[in-house]
């Protein structure tokens, strides 16, 4: 089946700074990337996807971009907030709506 | 409310004892999901239902839990004879998939959070 590798596995950064996280797939197959946003004691919140026939996606202050070639795809937040602390997971899905997630990033930001 | 319910918010059970989580999809939405998330871990797939047909219950940890949704809207995770292993939060999503379709989104609920003493 397919795995989903998450690094790094916690990240700090300075309000306003930018924050990357990078997820690797190892199924060929799959073709669609959503990235999920938790916050403590809820579920997780879809804040951007992207599917396979697209190279990169943008949605205010947040983007995602994809490698097929190399199986990895990454979210880049910009100008970060305070709320924008919280867990932060990548899946892969391959057309069956069957996700399989990362283990997750924490990211804090201080301000 | 127009989002994905789960209840109850919290169990705790006793080792052995039989648990019921329900969830409510998402009106209108054909797919609906169960995972199960270990605490600090990503959500990993139980089971898939596609409006009554559960398609995959492959990830179903053992012949001890059990999913249903016989109407197609309502879904109910069982869990017989609960072991401290167990514990996690139980999450169910929905989304709006077209059959023969690719992905949609798929929408959390917040979660059962079970604990099994």
């Known amino acids: 089946g397919e795995n989903v590798e998450q690094h790094p596995s916690t990240l700090s950064v300075q309000e306003g700074d930018s924050a990357v996280i990078k997820c690797t797939y190892s199924?060929?197959?799959?073709?669609?990337f959503p990235w999920y946003k938790q916050e403590l004691g809820k579920g997780p919140q879809l804040i951007i996807d992207i599917r396979s026939n697209v190279g990169e996606k943008k949605d205010q202050r947040i983007a995602v971009t994809l490698n097929k070639t190399a199986k990895h795809f990454s979210l880049h937040i910009t100008e970060t907030q305070p709320e924008d602390s919280a867990v932060y997971f990548c899946?892969?899905?391959?057309?069956?709506?069957?996700?399989?997630f990362g283990k997750g990033n924490q990211v804090v930001v201080i301000p | 409310g127009a989002g994905v319910s789960q209840s109850p918010r919290y169990k705790v059970a006793k080792r052995g004892q039989d648990v019921a989580l329900r969830c409510d999809p998402i009106?209108?939405?054909?797919?609906l999901f169960w995972y199960q998330q270990a605490l600090g871990q990503g959500p990993e797939f139980l089971t898939y239902f596609q409006n009554e047909a559960q398609l995959d219950k492959s990830g179903l940890p053992s012949d001890r839990f059990f999913a249903e949704r016989p109407e197609g809207s309502v879904s109910t995770l069982k869990i017989q004879r609960t072991q401290q292993e167990d514990s996690a939060v139980y999450l169910c999503?929905?989304?709006?998939?077209?059959?023969?379709?690719?992905?949609?989104?798929?929408?959390f609920g917040q979660g059962t959070r079970l604990t099994v003493v």
């Open positions: 009106s209108g939405h054909v797919s």
């Open positions: 999503a929905s989304s709006f998939r077209v059959v023969g379709g690719g992905n949609t989104e798929a929408f």
């Open positions: 899946a892969a899905s391959h057309g069956n709506n069957r996700l399989a």
């Open positions: 199924d060929s197959a799959s073709n669609y």
